[in-house]
């Protein structure tokens, strides 16, 4: 079956010049999920925009997210037709909003990146050291008090003495 239709294909577009595509190719070689890419030094995220203009898109950057929105108000013999979108992607550890920069290529894929920074030129340490702490001994009173006194529920734990066998 796919030889004939390949066939018809070639036989059309050698002899008439037309040239016919499957009617899902279209949504095949177009990636609509947005890409994100990352690397130690670097934050870079790529995302489909080709049905709106430079000046249609707006590209926000929070301290822990970017937002790409999107409006497009179009006039119609009848009245207005809006389209709007609005993603919001949440920044890996390390980079800044001051320094992200956004790309809109000619084919409509925006690209949007920010440089990471590492641990050691950041202000923030890379790893945190926390002390482990023992609780202390009382070398006075070694009574333990038990609020429940039946003895197949609670058994009392005695502290072991150092030094001392019994």
Known sequence: MWKHIQFKNMFLN???GLRFQPIFYSFSKRNIRPTIKLAK??????????????D???????PEYVIIE???????????????FVRKFKLPQGCDP??????????????????RKSCLTSNLPCETLIPISEPKEDKGDSTISVQNTDPEICLPIVPEVKGSMV
């Open 14 to 16: 050698s002899v008439l």
């Open 41 to 54: 030094d670097k934050f870079q995220l790529t995302i489909d925009v080709r049905q709106f203009n430079k």
């Open 56 to 62: 249609e898109i707006r590209v926000k950057a929070r």
């Open 70 to 84: 999107g409006k497009q108000e179009r006039k119609t013999k009848t009245g207005f037709v809006m389209r709007q």
């Open 98 to 115: 001051q320094t992200m920069q956004s790309k809109l290529s000619a084919d409509g894929l925006l690209t949007v990146t920010a440089p």
